[in-house]
């Protein structure tokens, strides 16, 4: 069998064709290279290196081979709006993923026989560009300016940082790879050892701070290219993953040294030591980088305003908060880092087209009751000033700003903009029927980058509002965390921060009064988040963890979320739900509307089981119909059986290749976790 680049089964790279397009298109994030150089005009001047790291920009959400490279935005279902989906945030249709189904049932999760996670095509070719780059910037053979030509090349480092991030959230542990390799069996074969996931993190903080150095304040292409304040609000992200994933698997196989850790099974890990001498060490070290890193972007960059305006008609003020999120080119918004522009003669996308009625997307009934009350109470709490949730617009009633605006209610303004009359939302959102634009999965409608101008919801291909991709509130948040982690108090740095988070909001700053109201029982049954380990988080840590779900609603930061925090544990036979449809509003529908079983076709879920919709359980045939379970070995991905067979000495005895299975994975095409 021919070896090939890393071990993978497709040759990756051919080094005759560089991509390469003209800067004037540099600033558009998903730009096909229409052309290449010849290997002679390599990396000959900086108008090259951008056009050649700019194609690793873009890739598709969740895709094997795009891995690591920004969001995609081409379809309503994949887009970084939707990747809450199937957590206690979100629902996609009347489906879920995999990662919830356990021990035999229909539908698990299985190891495959080629693919998955276990990918190096992005970093050969990135490590490709850093090695010709840097040797063609030494030696004086880049024309161009030098503060460009070092710009172009921290943005290599940084996009190999995110690529390797990537597989440090899905693998855990991974090979680090600095150079491209040749395609010869040994070499190819001793690299494919897997370093310990701290080594990896540690390794995506060293070229993070690589990039730092060589990247300028403001980029060539504005806020539609990587800057300083991208890498450094990287590196935080990086940081704090990292640390709070130690933290919460300590002791188990999915952390270096802990009970069961494959890696001790080959000598190259089996003496394994932390850096710093012990786990704690390790954890917090990556704190004081994430607080470090992200305190540079949070007291630099402030926060938009939020003027607490909901358009009902062209007159009324815009909301600078609400349309940074829907707008065609949000640059001019302090909080912007980095964002991602359209234009229809290059590309598409489907968001608002899709979204007009749904996009058989919706949050769910866990999410709502996450959201504080204006006075800083839970809805809970004595007093809190709750109206309830029998009418979907009740639930916005003195509530969180946050709820109010990015969460579409029966009878709220629809388009505004380029119509003649205002249009609205129907009084009975429409519940997972055919027609994707005009339905809904639970009945709380997305509205977290929903314009409110009819071009871009009219016709598939109109819609070139942007994609934020990194923002200054996740550096506030972030820090809050990670001091919090650390010291176990809010110092005054993360009071500053929160407060301001909360006022944005319309949320009463004294964060204070809401942790002395929060009961952790009654949070633990709406929010995954209130949970690490199978155990329920103190007061202060989860309302800290409630700030980060209620501020990135709809922005697809829940699955890591989860994942770092251990917060799955717990789940089993767990029912996601939407609105309360089994009450005042099952009277908004026309008779035999609501079908449910044993209705021959079914389109909701029995009152019998909730009078909240339950779009899980609207047929007994749905693999999901008796809830959400977890097993520990979900918390990574399985590597295919494949990688083993190449890198093993006879092609056939996978025991003899240095790779080792995630925890709780058997090295069969087909076999479930078991652990």
């Given at each position: ?8 089964t497709v ?11 003209s ?16 290997p ?14 700019i194609a690793?920009?873009?890739g598709v959400?969740?895709?094997?081979e795009?891995?690591?490279?920004f969001?995609?935005?081409e379809e ?8 809450d ?5 979100g629902?996609?249709k ?12 229909s ?15 992005n970093?050969y070719?990135?490590?490709?560009f ?7 910037f ?14 172009y ?14 597989r440090?959230?899905t693998?855990?542990?991974?090979p ?7 395609d010869?069996k040994?070499?190819?074969v ?21 990039a ?27 940081a704090?993953?990292?640390a709070?994933?130690e933290k919460?698997h ?17 000598d190259?890990?089996?003496n ?19 607080m470090?890193a992200?305190?540079?972007v ?11 305006v ?5 007159s009324?003020?815009t ?5 940074m999120?829907?707008?065609v ?6 909080e912007?880092?980095?964002?991602r522009?359209f ?18 997307y919706?949050?769910t009934k ?8 204006q ?6 709490a004595?007093?809190?000033?709750y109206k309830?949730d029998?009418?979907?617009q ?9 709820w109010?605006?990015f969460?579409?209610a ?9 119509v003649s009359v205002?249009?609205?939302?129907p ?5 997972l ?10 009945g ?13 919801g ?15 509130a996740e ?20 009071d500053r921060?929160?407060?301001?988070l909360?006022?944005r909001?319309?949320v009463?700053?004294?964060w204070q009064?809401?942790?002395a ?29 409630r700030?980060r ?13 989860l ?9 089993n036979?767990?029912q ?5 449809l ?8 026309k008779?035999?509307e ?17 009078e ?20 520990q ?6 590597i ?25 994975w ?10």
């Open positions: 069998m021919k070896t090939n680049v890393y071990l993978q040759k990756v790279f051919a080094l005759g064709a560089i991509a390469f397009f800067t004037s298109c540099n600033e558009f994030l998903d730009i096909v290279p229409p052309s290449s150089v010849s002679e005009m390599y990396f000959k001047t900086d108008d090259q290196l951008a056009s050649y790291v690793y920009y873009i959400l969740n895709n094997d795009t891995g690591g490279r969001p995609g935005y309503s279902s994949t887009t970084l709006y939707y990747d989906k199937a957590t206690d945030n629902l996609f009347n489906a879920a993923n995999n990662r919830y189904l356990i021990n035999g049932m539908g698990e999760w299985l190891v495959g026989s080629s693919g998955g996670k276990w990918i190096f095509n970093i070719n990135l490590n490709y850093l090695r010709v780059a840097n040797e063609n030494n030696s004086g053979q880049i024309a161009g300016s030098a503060e460009n030509i070092k710009h090349i921290g943005e290599g480092y940084f996009l190999r940082a995110q690529e390797y991030f990537y440090l959230r693998l855990g542990d991974f680090i790879i600095t150079t491209p390799l040749p010869i040994d070499s190819l001793f690299h494919s050892r897997r370093s310990p996931r701290n080594e990896v993190a540690r390794f995506i903080l060293s070229d993070l701070d690589q730092i150095s060589y990247l300028k304040d403001v980029s060539p292409g504005g806020k539609t290219r990587i800057s300083k304040n991208t890498a450094l609000l990287l590196k935080a992200r990086v704090l993953f990292e709070t994933w919460y300590a002791g188990t196989a999915l952390v270096p040294n802990g009970a069961g850790w494959p890696g001790k099974s080959k190259y890990n089996a394994y030591q932390f850096p710093g001498g012990s786990i704690e060490n390790e954890i917090n070290y990556f704190l004081d980088q994430a470090d992200s305190a540079k949070a007291d630099a960059v402030a926060l938009v305003n939020n003027n607490n909901i358009r009902e008609q062209l009324d003020p909301n600078p908060y609400y349309d999120f829907a707008c080119d949000p640059s001019a918004y302090s912007v880092i980095l964002c522009n234009r229809k003669d290059v590309s598409m996308h489907i968001y608002n087209s899709n979204l007009v009625g749904g996009g058989s919706g949050h866990q999410l709502e009751k996450a959201f504080l009350m006075n800083g109470l839970p809805i809970y004595s007093n809190s000033g309830g029998d009418r979907i009740d639930t916005k009633t003195d509530r969180d700003w946050r109010r605006l969460m579409k029966p009878g709220e303004v629809r388009k505004v903009e380029n205002v249009e609205y939302f009084d009975a959102p429409a519940i029927t055919n027609d994707a634009r005009q339905s809904t999965s639970t709380y409608l997305q509205g977290k980058g929903y314009s409110l101008d009819a071009v871009m009219a016709l598939i291909g109109n819609d070139v509002t942007t994609l934020i991709i990194f923002r200054a550096a506030y948040l972030t820090y809050l965390e990670a001091s919090y982690l650390k010291t176990g108090t809010i110092d005054s740095k993360a921060y929160w407060r301001a909360r006022e909001s319309g009463d700053p004294d009064k809401t942790v109201a929060t009961d952790m029982e009654t949070e633990g049954l709406n929010d995954w988040g209130a949970y690490s380990k199978g155990q329920l988080v103190d007061p202060t840590l989860y309302n800290i963890r700030e779900r209620c501020e990135f609603i709809g922005e697809g930061y829940r699955p890591d979320d994942l770092r925090w251990r917060a799955m544990d717990q789940l036979g767990y996601i739900e939407g609105c309360k089994w009450g005042p509003l099952q009277h908004e529908y008779e035999g609501l079908a449910y079983l044993p209705a021959t076709s079914p389109t909701v879920s029995s009152p019998a089981l909730s909240y919709l339950r779009p899980l359980q609207i047929v007994q045939t749905n693999n999901f119909y008796n809830g959400f379970y977890f097993t070995a979900h918390y990574l991905h399985p295919a059986v494949n990688h083993f067979l190449i890198s093993s000495s006879d092609g056939v005895s996978v025991d003899t290749s240095p790779i080792y299975q995630n925890p709780g058997p090295i069969n095409a087909g076999g479930g976790a078991k652990d």
